[in-house]
């Protein structure tokens, strides 16, 4: 079983619904949560950033974390179809640990 | 301000040669991570730098795999006697810090073993 376990999709929706992206994991000593946005062909970007349970906004971006149930959601409101990417959901075990924990990421197309 | 580079941005090569893959992080960031991507594994862990010092290097697949950090900068990842189940996208990543501060990301370089 993978440590972090995300659906890997694809998913199309359009343009101006809600998108919900989730991931679940088995360790629960995750302490930090990420978002990253890769578009083709190029390297993720950091969307969100969350720190234990709890929710936190960006614009259109909400990131969700529920340490009981060790699930986390991205939701993106009004979507447009500059969202279109591929998704990864991202943790860290504890500061100081070296690495990032991955899903395999959810392919996401927002169809005008 | 410059991002992180990687070079080269693709690479073919024939099993049993050995590849070199350069990252530049950004100037000031203190941490360099490798990562390995695969077609519907998403991002694998190799191995993380703090300056030059090498602290975890449990991510690397095998022995033919190593890397090397050098003024606090630069960093190569060397895949000897490559084999196909190499092929995979290799990113680079860096952060101020370390591992809780925020990691951005090369482009990556796309490695092909024919």
């Known amino acids: 079983q993978k440590e972090v376990e995300q659906d890997p999709g694809p998913l199309s929706v359009p343009e101006g619904a809600i998108v919900s992206l989730n991931c679940t994991y088995s360790?629960?000593?995750?302490?930090?949560f990420m978002w990253y946005r890769q578009y083709s062909r190029k390297g993720p970007e950091l969307l969100m950033y969350t720190y234990s349970s709890g929710n936190k906004e960006d614009g259109r971006f909400t990131a969700q974390v529920d340490k009981s149930s060790k699930y986390i959601s991205l939701f993106i409101r009004d979507s447009q179809p500059s969202d279109s990417a591929t998704y990864l959901c991202?943790?860290?075990?504890?500061?100081?640990?070296?690495?990032?924990?991955f899903g395999t990421g959810t392919r996401l197309t927002v169809i005008p | 301000g410059a991002g992180v580079s990687q070079s080269p941005s693709n690479k073919v090569t024939e099993k049993g040669k050995d590849v070199e893959l350069r990252c530049d992080p950004i100037s000031g960031h203190t941490a360099l991570y490798w990562y390995r991507q695969s077609l519907g594994q998403g991002l694998e862990f190799l191995i993380y730098?703090?300056?030059?010092?090498?602290?975890?290097k449990s991510g690397l697949p095998s022995d033919r795999f190593s890397a090397e950090r050098t003024g606090g900068s630069v960093s190569t990842l060397t895949i000897q006697r490559t084999q196909q189940e190499d092929s995979a996208v290799y990113l680079c990543?860096?952060?101020?810090?370390?591992?809780?501060?925020?990691?951005?990301f090369g482009p990556g370089t796309r490695l092909l073993v024919l």
């Open positions: 360790n629960s000593a995750f302490q930090y």
């Open positions: 990543a860096s952060s101020f810090a370390g591992p809780s501060e925020t990691q951005y």
């Open positions: 991202a943790m860290i075990l504890q500061t100081g640990a070296n690495n990032l924990f």
């Open positions: 730098f703090q300056g030059n010092s090498a602290p975890d």
